[in-house]
């Protein structure tokens, strides 16, 4: 891991910049802090320089982690380093601290078997490429030319062609009838419903004339009512008259 992703570690996990290092193997006596460990990788570019924080030394298999340097980047120091602190580290830590070169060691033989093996895969898919575009060119080489088409083939195609727009006419003929028959219901329906509304519009228009001529034969009748009023008043005062 890089100094930055150390540092982010100690962020994420809250714990302080105190750990142990390890040069090929062999852990220091003292507790670090991160850009003192930069440092001894400077002094050390080829040697592998491992760090365990201190929070983990007690574990019974403690995982040391390689250290790397990033290249021209600034590093703020989280805390400051820890000078003549006299710790021990436990022993199972330090054994782990030797087997890391080991470890690393067979690392990279991994990754230089996979490598290994990508490329020849890669050979292997393209030994097949190129057989199979040999056997493609091969057989297309074996592919018999293409006959040109005759005036009878050519006339049996239309022949053909003309068969076929027959059937699709008949076809287009039939579900026009299917449609139409269809129709007929929905018109017959589509023409009772206008019977209906007319029907209704004459009953409404005739209930409308009847209402108006009630309204005048009542207006007639209030007429003569109060006419037949008046003329009784008058013949009331005329016989009053005649007997005084």
Known sequence: MTLNELQK??????VSDSW????????LDNLMALPDVGKIKDQHPVALVAVLHESKADEEEPEWIPFQKNE????????????????RVPAG????????PAKEEAREEEERNQE???EKAAKKDESK????????????AGEEPEVEATPAAVQSQLNAMHKELEALKSEVKGLQQLANELKKPILEAHKILEERERFLEMSETSLFDK??????????????SEELHDREASLKEREAALQN
């Open 129 to 140: 490429a190129e057989e199979k575009g040999k056997k493609d060119e091969k057989d297309k």
């Open 20 to 27: 142990w290092v390890a040069i090929d193997g062999e852990v």
């Open 72 to 87: 021209g980047a600034r590093f703020k120091v989280v805390s400051s380093r820890f000078d003549n602190l006299q710790v």
């Open 211 to 224: 209402a108006q001529k009630q309204e005048v034969l009542q207006t007639e009748l209030e007429q003569l």
């Open 116 to 118: 290994e093996d990508k």
């Open 93 to 100: 830590a330090e054994k782990t601290a030797q087997d890391l």
């Open 9 to 14: 570690w100690m962020l994420n996990n809250d």
